[in-house]
């Protein structure tokens, strides 16, 4: 584009065959909207670090814990179009296993690596009974699950806490030592952008095509020889991978864990907010886990806490019905508007 | 040059309950050759498409590809031998760029593993140029080119079709199969896919087999035809003599067009 300012569809050029544009995946950025997007994320990142009092450091690190878990509800639900009531199931798993593993003075690696073992086998368990359901039936079984869950919680309560919770041992990795505000904060965030940065590599994979024709159209997966089984399953792994992890990072961040943060109520409230958010964008993933940690505390501060699943409720109708593409992508379109009147 | 297999379809029946959608139907697809497959509604048109790409059970007789029986093969086992369909239905990712939505039809070449897609393994980069050229090739092709990034659901029913028919050419399958792509077009758009499809069978040398009901197109596109009634052939030929037959003109026209001619 140059600077000219003849009206550009006055005159077309003439169709050059040569000038064919090299084949890319999405439009390419201008450098200034590049520049744009480095400086948002660099002032995103480090705007809380500097200047956020410690009780909101603690909740930004929170927020990032619970991106970690939208983002996985982004691939199950958003791009392949699964609903599941379990995702707070699959949180409870990880935070429970971390807890468990971290009171036997396990280091956090082996807490790591056993909260993905759990997290697969549980994600495992609940994809495979369900691969022939989806829609409402579906969200029915992973919903069974979660009340599953919140059983056993309750009947082992030497081990758990059971219904009274327990007080987990602050994450500390190397020198970052989750009671100290600044590395709760990195602790969450670091873990969450590599988060980010899968989801949206998958955008630049057939992993993440086969998602979203699988959401869009199982005749069509079929066709063109998708293997739609394998595709709900590995979604399904993301998933609750990354819910076990959001789960673990949950509990050694907030040094408290207990069976209402995992219970159905959660799981509802993880989907309104990546329906919210808009659920099959990245940034709207951040926006629901924002929406979830910060949004209950601002009611409560003004006193009026049960205010939060009226909103919640009304907001998720506006959303459905105003704006398929939540928030974020009503914030897109606008911008886009803007442009091109501009 | 890919060669494209004939399709032999022998003593074919496929059958719903009592109702026999198709009955003892044989027929040849000569190879590398471009087929309409006309009739009147309920005449069991998709019902062949879907028998030959796996879409529903056969109940008796078989289906081959060249000398090779494929009826009881799943449909994902077809599509990799190189038989990709089209819906009447366009049945796209809506909310996804057009870009995204020919990529996907990708599929059946090889892909890397799942978890080397995942993690970006060093195998990716390369078979993703190859996957993006081939898709800028195919839209350039369609005329496309101009809205490659947008979401399919911004743009008009006639650009969406094509988005589809591409989606079943980015891989360059051997047999192709389309049931009623002119559907919802106007003429204009009509002449202009017709144009399209000629000149990829030209080029990619595949077997093509189109279900159409409009008479202009078949016989603008199509080198041989097959006319259904009821499940059964009643007529097989160039697309003049076969709409020129009077069982054909009787089942596909009534009687309307005696009193026109």
């Given at each position: 584009m140059t600077s000219t300012s003849l009206p550009v569809t006055a005159q077309a050029a003439p169709p050059?065959?040569?000038?064919?544009?090299?084949?890319?995946?999405?439009p390419a950025r201008s450098r200034r909207q590049t520049l744009v997007v480095v400086v948002g994320l660099l002032a995103a990142i480090a705007v809380p670090a500097l200047t956020f009092p410690a009780f909101w450091l603690f909740l930004a690190a929170q927020v990032a814990a619970y991106a970690i878990a939208t983002l996985g509800l982004n691939v199950l639900?958003?791009?392949?179009g699964q609903l599941s009531l379990a995702q707070a199931t699959f949180m409870g798993a990880g935070a429970y296993t971390g807890y468990v593993l971290g009171s036997q003075g396990q280091a956090p690696l082996v807490q790591l690596l056993a909260v993905v073992a759990v997290s697969l086998v549980v994600g495992a368990v609940v994809a495979v009974p369900t691969l022939r359901l989806s829609g409402l039936r579906l969200a029915l079984v992973t919903l069974a699950v979660g009340e599953l869950f919140a059983w056993v919680l309750v009947h082992t309560s030497p081990l758990?806490?059971?219904?009274q919770g327990a007080n987990v041992e602050p994450l500390v990795i190397g020198p970052l030592d989750a009671s100290v505000p600044l590395f709760a904060y990195l602790l969450g965030l670091l873990p969450a952008l590599l988060a980010t940065a899968l989801v949206l590599h998958l955008d630049r994979t057939q992993l993440g095509r086969r998602m979203l024709l699988v959401r869009d159209s199982e005749l069509a997966a079929r066709a063109t020889g998708v293997p739609i089984i394998q595709t709900k399953i590995v979604s399904f792994l993301l998933a609750s991978v990354f819910a076990g992890i959001a789960g673990w990072l949950y509990g050694g961040i907030n040094g408290f864990v207990s069976p209402p943060d995992f219970n159905l109520f959660a799981s509802v409230y993880l989907l309104v907010a990546v329906v919210i958010g808009g659920a099959r964008s990245v940034l709207g993933a951040w926006v629901g886990a924002a929406y979830i940690v910060v949004l209950p505390q601002v009611f409560t501060a003004l006193g009026i806490p049960n205010l939060y699943a009226l909103v919640g409720g009304a907001l998720l109708a506006l959303v459905a019905l105003l704006a398929p593409d939540g928030l974020v992508g009503l914030a897109r379109s606008a911008v886009g508007r803007r442009r091109r009147t501009a | 040059m890919t060669t494209a297999p004939g399709i032999s379809i022998r003593d074919l029946t496929v059958a719903y309950g009592a109702f026999?959608?198709?009955?003892?139907l044989t027929v040849e697809v000569p190879a590398g050759r471009i087929v309409g497959v006309v009739g009147p509604n309920g005449a069991g048109k998709t019902t062949l498409l879907n028998a030959i790409t796996g879409f529903t059970h056969v109940s008796g007789g078989s289906i081959h590809l060249d000398e090779v029986a494929?009826?009881?093969?799943?449909v994902r086992r077809r599509v990799a031998a190189g038989v990709v369909r089209g819906f009447q239905t366009v049945r796209l990712m809506?909310?996804?760029?057009v870009m995204t939505n020919v990529l996907?039809?990708?599929?059946?070449t090889r892909q890397p593993f799942v978890l080397a897609q995942l993690f970006g393994l060093p195998s990716q980069p390369r078979s993703r140029r190859r996957d993006l050229d081939a898709a800028n090739a195919v839209i350039t092709r369609l005329g496309l080119a101009d809205v490659?990034?947008?979401?399919?659901?911004?743009?008009p029913f006639a650009s969406r079709r094509l988005v589809e028919v591409a989606r079943v050419l980015v891989s360059r399958p051997s047999v192709v199969l389309l049931d009623?792509?002119?559907?919802?077009?106007d003429q204009a758009g009509r002449h202009e896919l017709a144009a399209v499809l000629t000149q990829v069978h030209a080029e990619d040398g595949c077997t093509m087999v189109v279900v159409e009901h409009d008479v202009d197109l078949v016989q603008r596109l199509c080198q041989h035809a097959l006319a259904l009634d009821s499940g059964h052939l009643i007529s097989e030929g160039p697309p003049a003599d076969v709409f020129a037959t009077p069982e054909v003109q009787v089942a596909y026209f009534g009687r309307s067009l005696d009193a026109q001619a």
């Open positions: 050059d065959v040569a000038a064919v544009p090299a084949a890319a995946e999405k639900y958003g791009r392949t758990t806490g059971g219904s | 026999r959608a198709i009955e003892e494929v009826q009881d093969w799943t809506e909310r996804e760029s996907v039809g990708l599929e059946r490659v990034h947008q979401r399919v659901d911004a743009l009623e792509p002119a559907a919802g077009l």
